[in-house]
């Protein structure tokens, strides 16, 4: 393997390798507490505060887009809080609605842009191959201070408005590096894979890791967007698990109960 071809999927490698980690603990909270489509619903804001922030201001500052992302992502969260104690029944129908709300403003303040539609891909699809060792280096201590947090403080940070916010923090750096969906298989598709299984963390962690590793190697030899491969990979990684975890006699007997 050639140096340049290193420099180019190293950064990608820890940084899908970083996400790996940190989604597969919030995405097995977030399925015991029901609430599948948060992430999707707080990518999509952060990405309307990244989208905003490029058009305020010409070549913002990394900062700006940090600010008006995260700012987006916290405000979303804490509404998202906000209806999980006042209407806890309605509180999925409320978070899908707001992605949708989020996504279409998107489309709205792009539709006249040169390059509308090539930033619309890279919010949804990302573009992990060009991340770069800074981009690591600045958004690794957000991952790293997220994990010390949930297994130090375990308690605090599973509950109120600490797990909304952690949530918030991981969501804005994992959307601008690997893009919304993602974002939502690297939370969700190890924890089902991990469902039924007694261990059920190592086990997503298994799931998340071997996805990234194969889909950035499969879609760097075939030369695809590695994003899709990677959700595709996600998808496949799971399926392969689940049933290897739980025997295809007890998948069939489950559907027809």
């Known amino acids: 393997m050639s140096n340049e071809l290193i420099e180019i999927i190293g950064p990608a490698f820890v940084a899908g390798l970083m996400i790996a980690l940190t989604h597969a603990p919030l995405g097995l909270e977030v399925y015991k507490r029901g609430i599948i489509f948060i992430d999707l619903a707080i990518a999509q804001f952060a990405g309307l505060g990244m989208v905003t922030a490029n058009l305020i201001w010409q070549e913002p500052a990394w900062w700006m887009v940090q600010i008006l992302a995260l700012g987006s992502a916290i405000a979303a969260s804490l509404v998202f809080r906000m209806t ?12 899908g609605s707001s992605f949708v709300l989020a996504g279409a403003t998107v489309i709205l ?14 919010l ?14 600045f958004h690794v201590p957000v991952y790293l201070f997220i994990l010390i947090l949930w297994f130090k403080w375990s308690e605090h940070a599973r509950q109120g408005k600490l797990f909304y916010l ?41 799931c998340g890791i071997a996805s990234v590793i194969i889909g950035i190697v499969v879609s760097t030899l075939i030369d695809a967007p590695t994003g899709p491969v990677i959700v595709l990979t ?21 559907s027809l109960k």
Not at 190 to 196: E, S
Request: charged share 15%; glycine share 4%; aromatic share 10%.
């Open 84 to 95: 999980e104690r006042i209407l806890p029944e309605e509180q999925e129908a409320i978070i």
């Open 109 to 122: 303040l792009l539709a006249d842009q040169p390059h509308g539609g090539e930033e619309i891909q890279h």
């Open 124 to 137: 949804l699809s990302g573009q992990i191959l060009f991340v770069s060792w800074s981009d690591v280096i």
């Open 166 to 206: 952690l949530f918030a923090f991981a969501i804005t750096s994992s959307v601008q590096l690997v893009g919304v969906f993602v974002v939502f298989a690297s939370l969700i598709l190890p924890a089902l894979a991990a469902l039924k299984s007694k261990q059920k963390l190592p086990l997503a962690w298994t």
């Open 234 to 254: 996600f998808v496949l990684t799971a399926v392969t698990i689940r049933i290897a975890t739980e025997p295809f006699s007890n998948l069939f007997s489950t």
